[in-house]
């Protein structure tokens, strides 16, 4: 069988996530990775069971057989590997955000576009079944006129001052934090399955640690608890903590978002709930095998991911029966999936379900909107 040969730059804590789940879809072959920690390198090779591995980048994109490339370093690499893979002529998904600045998004979006290429941004939470289902309840019009989307996306990893990760630098991470790193998650979501666009912000942010304690040695992702106190240094922070953004929406809708990443006993939990003139809906990212949904006139309802109960396109992405739990990994699996089942086909661009380069280019622009906003506390237009 054809299979599509794939390179993964960035092995710390979502490009394994990446590896299992191309494999998991059964039309890729992982060629080869590169990390530039020699550790992270050999270790991941045994754990994944890649034979072929990099310690640069560039000797990934060099192997003319690759023909696909998914980037998954911290943000600032982003641009310059994605710019490098495009012109080294692969495929390339990109983990979120497609660049730290709109003008290198841009230059990405034309750049694919030039060459045709296929290209894809990581918004991976668009591949829970449950969230195509909403998609075509809104679609079929069985929600109604969307009234208000608000909801929220609350995490605990950066709870204590002493929890240190790049994202707080933004030489690395980019302008803004909690909006940029998980807001746009839910932004990309609301957008994608309600079809209504954001057209005005108004945020406020905060920092709650204002300094916090940069350990001496560089960590992965999410292992920070681990270190002990005398290996830190104090380090002043200028990024959000902490976020509400008001919307309005392009039918005249409104909206709340909140973000945080130190609300404690909060994991990951991206949560909306979407009014519409019908009835209501809502999800929770940390039970996503169920959708609530409201009625005024007759009692509520809890929809469980079930591939008989739900919209044909939806029964297209789940993999397992009824009562059979899908989650994180599978969203991932899903996406690859729809995207080297295009590039199998030969196509590169037309009506997709993921996040293309253009949708990371949007959740950059609304990210420096709401900045705007939050630094002139004023409704900014998009
Ligand atoms: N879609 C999602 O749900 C999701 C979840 C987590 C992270 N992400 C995104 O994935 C990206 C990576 O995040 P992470 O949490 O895995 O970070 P991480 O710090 O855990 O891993 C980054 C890896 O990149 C490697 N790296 C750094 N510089 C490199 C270089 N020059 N060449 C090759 N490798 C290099 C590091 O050694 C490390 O192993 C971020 O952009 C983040 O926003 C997305």
Excluded at 34 to 50: F, I, Q
Excluded at 108 to 130: D, H, M, Q, S, T
Excluded at 205 to 231: C, M, N, Q, V, W
Excluded at 232 to 251: G, H, K
Aim: contains cysteine.
């Amino acid at each position: 069988m054809k299979k599509v040969k794939v390179g993964v730059i960035g092995l710390g804590f979502i490009g394994p996530a990446h590896i299992e789940a191309l494999r998991r879809t059964g039309i890729v072959e992982v060629a080869a990775f590169a990390d530039n920690n020699p550790e992270v390198a050999k270790k991941s090779a045994d754990m994944l069971g890649v034979d072929t591995y990099y310690t640069d980048y560039k000797d990934l994109l060099k192997d003319k057989s690759i023909q696909s490339v998914h980037v998954c370093t911290p943000n600032f690499l982003h641009y310059p590997m994605v710019k490098e893979a495009l012109n080294a002529g692969k495929h390339v998904l990109c983990e979120k955000p497609l660049a730290t600045s709109v003008k290198e998004a841009k230059e990405l979006v034309e750049l694919a576009e030039k060459k045709g290429i296929a290209n894809a941004v990581n918004f991976n939470l668009r591949f829970y079944p449950l969230m195509r289902h909403v998609r075509l309840m809104v679609k079929n019009g069985e929600i109604g006129g969307i009234y208000a989307i608000h909801g929220s996306y609350l995490q605990d990893w950066l709870y204590y001052d002493t929890d240190y990760n790049w994202r707080l630098e933004p030489s690395m991470s980019g302008e803004s934090r909690a909006v940029a790193d998980v807001g746009s998650h839910w932004m990309d979501l609301i957008e994608h399955i309600s079809g209504v666009k954001i057209v005005e912000v108004f945020a406020d942010f905060a920092t709650i640690h204002k300094k916090r304690k940069k350990p001496s040695k560089p960590i992965e992702t999410y292992s920070g608890k681990l270190l002990k106190p005398e290996d830190y240094e104090e380090m002043p922070i200028n990024t959000e903590d902490y976020a509400t953004v008001l919307f309005r929406f392009s039918n005249g809708a409104r909206g709340a978002l909140t973000v945080s990443q130190v609300s404690a006993g909060r994991k990951n939990r991206l949560y909306f709930e979407l009014d519409g003139s019908k009835k209501a809906v809502a999800f929770d990212s940390e039970i996503p095998n169920q959708l609530w949904i409201g009625n005024r006139d007759k009692p509520n309802e809890s929809l469980l991911k079930d591939p008989s109960l739900v919209h044909a396109e939806a029964r297209a992405i789940i993999s397992y029966p009824g009562g059979h739990n899908e989650g994180f990994p599978d969203t991932f699996k899903q996406l690859y999936k729809e995207f080297y089942g295009r590039i199998l086909e030969g196509k590169t661009g037309g009506d997709v379900n993921y996040a293309t380069f253009k949708s990371g280019l949007r959740e950059l622009e609304l990210c420096d909107r709401i900045i705007e906003s939050s630094r002139s506390s004023a409704w900014i237009k998009i």
